[in-house]
């Protein structure tokens, strides 16, 4: 028996049958949070719309920052002027798993694995491997028309597992783990044509999609750690340490609204397992009091129509952090502003999960809401005031 087939096998071993994946059981939580007629309630007025691209499904498998990060570079391909391509997601994903797996072993086991990411492993697997359009390169079997990981991820998991015990890694893991990918999906070409042109995922990522790396900036906020400082944040799925930029709370949203006014759109991570964040419905907002201290009517009208919200302080913000009411959730892009009916502003946010809610795939977040459960922001550096950036030292 070959060294390869060796550790497929050991990797089996270690996984449980029937494992489901945390976007799967997150996905269909949210569809429980449904008021019937929640649409009617609501009267929203756009204010801003910036360009974007179409609604994507990242079907059963935890690729949410991958279709978020690259939904965002495809924003800012129209904001310069270009004509924007759709990036291969799982491009950006599997080139991701090599770079965490590689740290995984280094680390003798001691980290998260998963399909997780964040958004700025978009810009990470950029800078390092380039791009390449998803025409070109879909990690789908020709059986398939939507990811399914449901098998993949747990075996490249046990792999990993499997290498990080060993006393001395083999040279050639990184090849089996490799070749596992290209079983399930499919092998990267080396080079491709493109609108009649030959690239490489180098050439295309430099020519076509035409982004710098190094113009975003990564920021959060936390009351624990120095305003205006990089910090690391501590979050399972940051796997490379990445730091981010911290400011105040109220920050948070201003930042954001001087983004969308000066056409610069936001990838957001965040946290979506709150019961006042419906999916379904396409709105999320922070109640004035617990939903488990509702009543049955009061639950029931939760989201039929604009409702009152509490100010968050940040050591509200931070307390949900620490202890686990606020988690790293999910990763998605905010590309615009409306107004309910009474004059309240919601961000125009855009989802990976298809187009099956009352939006058709878009959701409206209240800025409170935004302030308390924020992850992180991603955006471009030039959307950031002047006074901001002198603050941050960019």
Known sequence: MNWNKS???????FVAAGQVHAQDNLINSLKNNVSDNSKDGFKFTEVLNLGNTSIKDQGSSGTCWSYSGNSFLESEMIRMGKKPVEISQIFTARNTYIEKAKNYVRLHGDQAQGDGGQLHDVLTIFQKYGAVPREVYSGLPTDQ????FSEMGP???GMTETIAKSKKPSNNWLKAFTAAMDAYLGEVPESFQYNGKTYTPRTFADQVVGINPDDYVGISSFEEHAYYKPFVLLIPDNWSFERFYNVQINELTDIIDNALDNG???AWATDVSEKSFSWKNGVAYVPEKPVEQMSKAEQDEMFNGPKAEPSITAAQRQQAFDNYATTDDHGMHIVGLV????????YIVKNSWGETNDYK???YVTKEYVR???ISILLHKKALTKNLSSKLGL
């Open 145 to 148: 028309n939507r990811n399914n």
């Open 339 to 346: 107004k309910d009916q009474n004059g309240k502003e919601y």
């Open 372 to 374: 308390y459960k924020t």
């Open 155 to 157: 075996l490249l998991q």
């Open 264 to 266: 610069y759109t936001v």
């Open 361 to 363: 795939g878009y959701m």
């Open 7 to 13: 550790i497929l096998l050991a990797a089996a071993f």
